[in-house]
């Protein structure tokens, strides 16, 4: 997902959408309908903490015969944690529903129309005749 070009928000979008899409990409996240997309596909879009785990992996791997990691690595494993990962990983599901909810923003549903009042004047009721009301009768008792 950090791989795709960030283009600008469009000066179209509402003010609010053009706000949303502006912070997403200082942040440089995906766009709420791209991140859920991507979890659809069972991508998690967030940025992981592989480069930790790799870093980690080495420092075992280059242990002296003390058990000790080389310095270098134990420096760059310091700065690593302190300059990308100072804040807590948020849940998936939080994620998720944040995204669906910044989602709503930017994309809002359509509302359904109320029609209140008085309708009468709009429909005219006729009464049923007599040939209408036997045929209802007959269809009905063949049928049920």
Not at 34 to 47: C, K, S, T, V, Y
Not at 75 to 80: G, I, M, R, S, V
Not at 127 to 140: C, N, S
């Amino acid at each position: 997902m950090a791989d795709k070009k960030k283009k600008p928000p469009s000066r179209h979008s509402s003010g609010m959408q053009w706000e949303i899409e502006k912070r997403l990409q200082d942040h440089n996240m995906p766009m709420p309908h791209e991140f859920l997309a991507d979890i659809m596909a069972g991508i998690d879009p967030r940025p992981d903490k592989s480069e930790i785990f790799k870093l980690v992996r080495d420092m075992v791997i280059e242990e002296d015969e003390e058990g000790l990691p080389p310095y270098e690595m134990w420096e760059a494993l310091k700065t690593l944690v302190v300059t990308k990962y100072e804040k807590e990983k948020v849940v998936l599901g939080d994620s998720i529903g944040a995204s669906k909810e910044l989602l709503q923003y930017m994309f809002p549903k359509k509302k359904s129309v109320e029609v209140s009042g008085d309708m009468a004047h709009l429909v005219k009721v006729v009464p049923l005749t007599k040939e209408e009301i036997d045929t209802f009768e007959k269809r009905f008792i063949d049928e049920f």
